[in-house]
DNA sequence: TTGCTTGCAAAGGATTTGCAACATG
DNA sequence: CATGTTGCAAATCCTTTGCAAGCAA
């Protein structure tokens, strides 16, 4: 079994939630994407397995993933929220292209260094941050 | 008069639009505030000045400022759009303390650099970037 | 059995839009 | 006067929540 089925597993009965069917089979679409996915997305590809499921259903697992540290939330400030799982998975940020939508995952130790020091000499401890790099990717700025 | 109220005037008669005393009062409220504001606020401050204006003309003027070039959007990722003048007021990033809320203006041009450079290398022309560092405050740290 | 879960539909909060009356250029 | 503009309320969009019925432990 997947180790993050494991952990979620192991979340809930600490928590005294109960595992069930659905939270099975959310979890185990939600861990065939490599990459985010809206609530909605997650909740078309479910439907395909069980067309019962209800939506409610989805943002409650995805509130769970969340808050047992399995999956974060990702905001390109189109209004819509995706998630990404977090296993295994570390922290980096998003290049995004304004043209096609497409996103790579970057991670630049120098940038996350000056971040910290920036923040220190205004007196803040850094917890966290957010960076979204946009622009326009070798395809799409030929056209 | 301000250098934003020309601009503004030179922008609405360029599009054919029409100057109005409900975006002009708006907009002299909007250019008092030093920091950003979101709809709902400025939408409060402009009532007490006149109290027949209605919140569809407070978020139709904040798009015309968005495209007159004369604000820019903060989206501190709580579910609420802010709004920020441009005019004289360069580009800058935001520290926010997680604890009270507080906001501070920061900017690097080491990290600047290093943004394009990690675009640049997977073949990106940056266009522009967000970037929120969150940490806690001297004050809230205390606590 | 107890209490968490579910699906449904209604409710929420922020923002947008249709519309008829009104004002600007 | 032709077109923009306004306030209002209704409509949207995404997400959350109340509830009665259904399950897990």
Same sequence: chains 1, 2.
Avoid at 49 to 60: E, K, L, V
Avoid at 95 to 111: M, Q
């Amino acid at each position: 079994m997947k180790k993050e089925k494991e952990i979620f597993n192991q979340f809930l009965s600490r928590k005294n939630l109960r595992a069930t069917p659905q939270r099975d089979l959310v979890l185990d679409v939600f861990l065939t994407r490599e990459d985010h996915i809206t609530a909605e997305q997650l909740y078309d590809v479910v439907k395909k397995n069980d067309p019962s499921i209800g939506q409610a259903t989805i943002y409650r697992f995805l509130k769970l993933m969340l808050d047992a540290g399995l999956a974060r939330e990702v905001d390109f400030g189109d209004g819509v929220m995706r998630y990404e799982g977090s296993y295994n998975h570390p922290h980096h940020d998003h290049l995004i292209c304004r043209g096609c939508g497409k996103t790579i995952e970057v991670v630049d130790s120098v940038i996350e260094e000056l971040q910290r020091r920036v923040a220190e000499s205004f007196g803040f401890e850094l917890t966290d941050h957010e960076m979204y790099l946009y622009g326009l990717c070798e395809v799409c700025r030929k056209k």
